[in-house]
Structures are given as C-alpha cells and as structure tokens.
C-alpha cells in the first residue's frame, strides 16, 4: 500500500487539478476553491484512519480537538465566567483524545470498515452535511462534500495500484482489500456504516442549487469560447 507521504501528494494533485476546472468554469470562487483544494487533500488521507498509528488518526484527532473545544467553548460562553469556560475545553479535549480515541482504536481493524466506498460515501455526507449547518451556500456545501469523496477515492484507488507489481506483473496478497464497496468481514461496523449514512442522507440539503450551478457555469462557458 502508499505511504502517507504519497497518498497526501496525490490527493493534493487530483483536488488541485478538480478545484482549477470548476474556478476555470466559475463555478467556486478563489477562496472556494482553496476549500475545496484543502476538502479533497484531507479525504485523501480519511481511509486510514482505522491505522490505530497512523498519521491519519492523529491529524483527524487533531482537527476533531480544535472542532469540538471551539464548539464547546461557543456553545457555553455568554453562560459561565473564563475560567470555567476553559475548565470545559480541557475536559472536552481529554474526554476526545483519551475515551473517544481509545474506543475509536478498538473498534476499528486497519483496512477494515473505514477503508470502503461506504466509509468514502459516509464522509461525502457528512462533509455535505456539516458545512450546510455552518451556513455555506448549498452549492459550496455538496462541492466540499464532493471533494473529501474524490480524495477519499483517489487514496482507494493508489492503494489498490500499490497492490500489483507492474514489474514482475503479479498480484500481492493486499490485492482486493483496498477498494472495496464494505468490508463483508465486519459486519457490526458495516451495519454501523449503513445505518449513519442513512441519518446523514435524510439530512442532506437539496442538489438542486448545486446542479443550477453547474447548469449556467458549463453553457456560460460555452458561450465565452464561442
Ligand atoms: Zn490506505
């Protein structure tokens, strides 16, 4: 399989090169497009998360610590005084990265459940869903969405490549276990999948903003080359 190094470079490319066709079209703006270069580069790295060593783990970690303290911190400030407020972050910073880590490296198995097109599609809606609720426009919110899921696929499909030696032209034995649809093996966390990416379906906002933009982008642009 790709080393970490490799699957960030890959990522990287594949949403930089996505993310300068949609600014060529208009369809993101500058910044946008930065959002969705970044969005991609970190679902190039999401699959490995279930590595319980990984760099993946502890950049999610990492993002999840800043996300929650910020959360915490803004949901209970105008309420207590600083000190408590802090008192709060630091719990919810150890609560996060000692509990939560320790049972997250549990239940996950390295190329188990994480590392399928079910993991990649969980993560599109949940990106979808979770730049909707910070108010993004609905446009942007399925893009970045759409992003994580092309870097998501870009780090599947280097690892299933990783697999075959093209210069002896045979099949390792990892062969098979880097792109698949679900890990049939694990089927509680499989069910587990399944069962969170229905919640985040039903609360994905409408398509329709992302597809109109699409729509007048392409014919616009077809028109400037006229
Ligand atoms: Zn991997």
């Known amino acids: 399989m790709a080393n970490f190094k490799t699957h960030i470079q890959a990522s990287t490319i594949i949403s930089g090169i996505a993310s300068s066709v949609f ?24 699959p490995d998360i279930d590595s319980d060593n990984s760099h993946s783990l502890s950049i999610m970690f990492g993002l999840l610590s800043i996300a929650v303290c910020l959360g915490v911190f803004v949901f209970l400030s105008g309420k207590y005084t600083l000190p408590y407020l802090w008192a709060a972050v630091v719990i919810a910073y150890i609560i996060l990265n ?3 880590r320790y049972i997250f490296e549990k239940l996950t198995v390295h190329r188990g459940g994480c590392h399928s097109v079910l993991m990649g599609l969980l993560c599109v809606c949940v990106g979808v869903n979770a730049t909707h609720y910070l108010n993004t426009d609905k446009h942007l919110s399925w893009l970045i969405g759409l992003f994580i899921g092309l870097g998501f696929l870009t780090h599947l499909v ?8 093209f210069s002896g032209a045979r099949i390792k034995r990892s062969f098979g276990t880097a792109l698949k649809l679900f890990d049939i093996k694990n089927k509680s966390t499989t069910a587990c999948l399944f069962v969170l990416l229905g919640i985040n379906i039903y609360f994905l906002p409408s398509h329709n903003s992302l597809i109109n933009t699409l729509n007048t982008s392409i014919s616009d642009y077809k028109n400037t080359m006229k």
């Open 23 to 46: 600014l060529e079209l208009h369809i993101l703006t500058i910044p946008e497009a930065i959002y969705c270069w970044l969005a991609g580069s970190l679902g190039g790295i999401l």
């Open 98 to 100: 000692t509990f939560i």
């Open 158 to 165: 280097l690892d299933e490549l990783y697999a075959v030696d």
